[in-house]
């Protein structure tokens, strides 16, 4: 955006927040969320995480609630399954905690997030940022996001790859064959 407006010639910008090293947190450490903290792990990021059980991990930080979890990070990612259990799962209280530097990135569901408390959020520097891929009532996002300069808006395409889709059908095929075998499913659905 400041190259395109013209900002960038008017002066110095302001200073960002290194990825590598940091503190990751991740919301629900399912199938997706630890294919997430495995990448981080090239960032040489801590990695803490909150699923409803603690998990056999590489050496990653358990912590028993949300609020917990976002207090001891800098960047928070949202990996929840939706559905009713989660809906406005990272909440204002949520969000406090992780505090005026934090950012928060949201691949899952966009009910998993409560948009009117990071809205807020986002508005009065309780938080530094946010990426979203997903939004509550997607296709038609809530227009205040549009005002903010702080978030980084994506229109539900995080899988949206040749290879990705290739191998979403891959496992669908996988899923079949075993059922029929007999075998366990290797993504069953519980």
Do not use: C
């Amino acid at each position: 955006d400041h190259v395109r407006s013209g900002e960038w010639s008017k002066g110095p910008l302001a200073l960002n927040r290194k990825v590598s090293g940091g503190r990751a947190g991740i919301v629900g450490l399912g199938r997706i969320g630890r294919d997430i903290a495995e990448r981080l792990t090239a960032f040489k990021m801590d990695i803490h995480y909150w699923a409803r059980s603690e998990k056999d991990t590489p050496g990653w930080t358990y912590h028993a609630d949300p609020v917990a979890l976002a207090s001891a990070v800098d960047y928070l990612f949202v990996a929840l399954v939706g559905g009713p259990d989660t809906e406005n799962f990272v909440n204002r209280e949520v969000l406090q905690a992780l505090g005026a530097d934090g950012i928060v990135i949201n691949i899952s569901r966009g009910s998993t997030i409560d948009e009117d408390a990071l809205i807020e959020a986002l508005g009065d520097g309780t938080i530094r940022g946010a990426g979203l891929d997903v939004f509550k009532a997607e296709p038609d996002l809530d227009q205040r996001f549009l005002k903010l300069n702080n978030v980084v808006l994506q229109p539900h395409q995080g899988s949206a790859t040749v290879e990705t889709r290739q191998a979403m059908g891959q496992l669908q095929r996988d899923n079949i064959a075993a059922h029929f075998k007999g075998h366990t499913l290797p993504t069953p659905v519980i």
